[in-house]
């Protein structure tokens, strides 16, 4: 039964006359590296905050590893890890007051979280900034704490949003190496991205929504179908051409 | 540029409106009371035209005027905030200077509520002096210049404390500011009031010394300007407007200073930078359970967020108010300050039920990690003892000294304690219900809605009422005791009894609510993030 690390069954959810997503069905393979795509708006956010229990959906059905997140948040939350994008950190604590308080929240023994915090800072290159308070952190030393957050009580699917957004080279090989490590051991990792490089690299499985639905799905290479995945998204989505003469007075040659 | 801000802010405020029916009700509330005071002000003023004497009308619209100055003042830095729609860090991004945005924001800026009212209220000084030529002629000159010193000074204040809370160094310098600036403002009326006395024969001699005083204050100066001309001081005249004058430039230079500040350094990411202490006594105090924790990182933020601190600064202005008030009066009356601390017991719900709007967005960390509502209630409650119970004890001991009836310690002790308990217990529960929003931290701590807005009030109001309700026993046994020895151990078993029973029920109940709403609570303390 626990082959399927994350299943969303019809999840609809409208705001106001907008529907921003609207009977999205999607499971995920236990030990997959699952890439969301899609273009602004698509729902991919929507879709993550429906599916780790920030927003209730207007109908359908989420279920982590066998839990249903509406129905039985505990168990379903313990197992998962969650990077959130757009949302604030309690950035008043230093990293490692910040990685400690997630820890104990998630009642991880305090030892444990102690040598726990410790790796993670200093996989993720933090150690020098570990008592500094998050708030004077960069944009990508951010998403790295939010990373060593999710990560901290070694759940079984990590739901990350826009990982590697402004991230240094660097630190997002690390990032790339941690991941790929934790679905080698066993775990799940559903991330959404517009950078498809990334996905191309690190997924072994894809999904392509746009407007609240799913347009495709299925493996990198059923999905590719033999051209590059920026290719074959743009023909999904529906890309538009630039007219030659448009926007001709920004060249100011 | 003015036509600009000015469309800008009221597309804003449509939209705003359009957004949320709470909004609605509190602008058509808050128009019916503004239209309210106009009645009644114009009301005064065609009375003092028609049957005042020049003194007379001298004394009332200098006093009352020079009242409306520090009203904007004390209001927008204790009360109600400013209004930050159109926060000068927005348009840091964009190529326009302090100085061109100034009188938009200054003209947007009156635009609101408080703005058309006092506004009208100002015209009606040419009301009161159209009598004869040369005062309604200086009142027309008076009149802008009076609302505008109102804007400024009220700009400057906020800004100047906004900035001073955003520093480390003078974090705890302006929380005692605001503190003493309450403790003033009581002393100050306590003055005026005294001055006049009771006997009304002394009123009018007392009334005309008092709008003397208070038309050389810069809270004044323009608002004399045509009692001076209506009585022929053609040299005070001339004086008051030139230091009016002058006022505004001063202040319209000192706002400008503080435009360009936020304009290339917006407050946001500049406060409470610097390395902190790792481990601490903070974790050691409260254990490692998930209580623990919330119970720790509240106690940290209470010392690293300028918006608690400033929350806790108004904890501790009323009390005082109240106390000075007393010691002022010829007689100190001793009940009145042995009962002060009560004062801080009611307000404590405020505090307690900002918590959650002040985490914001950071909120989705509790619900990412599954906690336990009951285990979120508790911890914040535990925070909130570990600096109020300390505060309480302090305060209390000291009141009951001042006023010198150690006999009354436990009647005092009881209520306070009792009602404290009460409170935090109910504001647990409410504000699972309406949790109102604030500014993001790093926001400006003055901004409009750092008292929760529309919701916030009401979730005061509620958690005030039911608290006075259910506390009703405990207050009554105190009082009692006064007449009755003995009963203050009555009152203190009642006050633990059912402050106790109180703070479990609204731990469990508000946990239980808040596992159900914990999506309904995110949006509403995310509405003013973007």
């Not at chain 2, 024969?201 to 608002?223: D, F, Q, V």
């Not at chain 2, 960390?365 to 925070?383: I, S, W």
Request: net charge neutral; hydrophobic share 55%; proline share 4%.
């Amino acid at each position: 039964m626990n082959d399927i690390a994350l299943s969303l069954q019809g999840l609809y959810k409208s705001f106001g006359a907008k529907v921003a997503v609207a009977d999205l069905r999607l499971d995920v393979r236990a030990g997959s590296m699952f890439g969301l795509v899609g273009p602004n708006g698509a729902g991919k956010t929507t879709t993550l905050s429906m599916a780790t229990g920030l927003l209730r959906p207007d109908a359908g059905r989420a279920v982590v590893l066998g839990a249903d997140v509406w129905a039985d948040p505990a168990a379903a939350k313990a197992r998962m890890g969650v990077l959130p994008d757009g949302v604030r950190l309690f950035d008043r604590l230093s990293g490692r007051e910040l990685l400690r308080y997630v820890g104990l929240l998630r009642s991880v023994d305090p030892g444990l979280v102690d040598t726990r915090s410790g790796e993670l800072l200093e996989a993720l290159g933090l150690s020098e900034d570990a008592d500094n308070l998050v708030v004077d952190y960069s944009a990508g030393m951010t998403k790295k704490i939010g990373l060593a957050c999710a990560l901290i009580h070694a759940p079984r699917l990590l739901l990350l949003d826009e990982p590697l957004e402004a991230v240094d080279p660097v630190s997002g090989e690390t990032i790339r190496a941690i991941l790929r490590s934790y679905v080698a051991g066993g775990g799940t990792v559903v991330l959404s991205s517009h950078v498809m490089e990334l996905v191309e690299n690190m997924c072994d499985t894809v999904a392509v929504i746009a407007q609240g639905r799913v347009l495709a799905t299925g493996t990198l290479d059923e999905i590719r179908a033999g051209e590059s995945l920026q290719r074959r998204f743009v023909d999904l989505v529906g890309g538009k051409q630039l007219d030659e003469e448009a926007l001709s007075w920004l060249r100011s040659s | 540029m003015v036509a600009v801000l000015v469309r800008l802010k009221l597309t804003l405020l449509k939209n705003a409106l359009l957004r949320s029916v709470l909004k609605v009700v509190g602008l058509v509330l808050g128009a019916l009371y503004g239209l309210g005071v106009i009645a009644v002000s114009y009301a005064g003023f065609v009375a003092l035209r028609a049957y005042g004497s020049v003194e007379l009308i001298s004394g009332v619209t200098v006093l009352a005027f020079s009242a409306v100055t520090l009203g904007w003042v004390v209001f927008s830095v204790l009360v109600s905030g400013i209004d930050e729609t159109l926060s000068p860090a927005k348009f840091a991004l964009l190529p326009v200077s302090a100085r061109r945005l100034q009188p938009g924001l200054l003209v947007a800026g009156l635009l609101g509520i408080p703005g058309i009212a006092t506004t009208v209220v100002a015209l009606g000084l040419v009301v009161a002096w159209s009598g004869s030529v040369a005062p309604a002629v200086a009142a027309l000159l008076a009149v802008p210049l009076g609302v505008v010193t109102c804007f400024l000074l009220s700009r400057l204040a906020t800004d100047a404390l906004a900035e001073m809370l955003s520093t480390r160094r003078f974090r705890d310098l302006a929380v005692v500011a605001l503190a003493l600036s309450g403790v003033g403002i009581a002393v100050g009326v306590n003055v005026v009031a005294q001055g006049v006395g009771t006997d009304p024969a002394a009123w009018g001699a007392s009334l005309e010394r008092g709008a003397e005083i208070a038309g050389w204050t810069p809270l004044g100066w323009a608002w004399a300007v045509p009692a001076s001309v209506a009585q022929g001081q053609w040299l005070a005249a001339a004086a008051r407007l030139l230091l009016a004058v002058a006022l505004v430039v001063a202040c319209w230079a000192g706002w400008r200073h503080f435009l360009q500040r936020r304009l290339t350094s917006p407050l946001e990411g500049r406060s409470g930078s610097g390395k902190v202490r790792p481990g601490g006594a903070v974790d050691r105090l409260f254990g490692t359970s998930p209580k623990g924790a919330v119970a720790a990182r509240s106690v940290r933020y209470w010392r690293r967020d300028p918006r608690h601190l400033a929350n806790l600064a108004s904890l501790v202005v009323l009390p005082a108010m109240v106390v000075v008030l007393q010691f002022v009066q010829p007689d100190p009356q001793d009940l009145v300050i042995v009962l002060a601390p009560l004062t801080i017991s009611l307000i404590l719900g405020t505090v307690v039920a900002f918590e959650l709007a002040y985490d914001g967005s950071a909120l989705a960390l509790h619900v990412h990690t599954g906690l336990r509502g009951r285990d979120d209630r508790a911890g914040r409650l535990l925070a909130v003892a570990a600096l109020v119970v300390p505060l309480l004890t302090v305060v209390v001991l000291a009141c009951v000294a001042v006023a010198g009836r150690w006999d009354l310690l436990v009647a005092s002790l009881a209520m306070t304690f009792g009602t404290a308990l009460v409170v935090s217990g109910v504001a647990s529960w409410i504000s699972v219900f309406w949790p109102g929003h604030a500014p993001p931290p790093g926001g400006n701590p003055f901004g409009k809605g750092s008292s929760g807005g529309v919701e916030g009030m009401l979730s005061f109001l509620l958690v005030t009422g039911v608290s006075v309700v259910v506390s009703a026993p405990v207050l009554a046994a105190g009082i009692a005791s006064l007449f009755v020895d003995g009963l203050e151990w009555l009152a203190l078993a009642l006050g633990l009894g059912i402050g106790g029973a109180v703070v479990a029920g609204g731990v469990l109940l508000g946990g239980r609510s808040l596992d159900r709403r914990w999506p309904e609570v995110m949006r509403s303390v995310t509405a003013l993030e973007t």
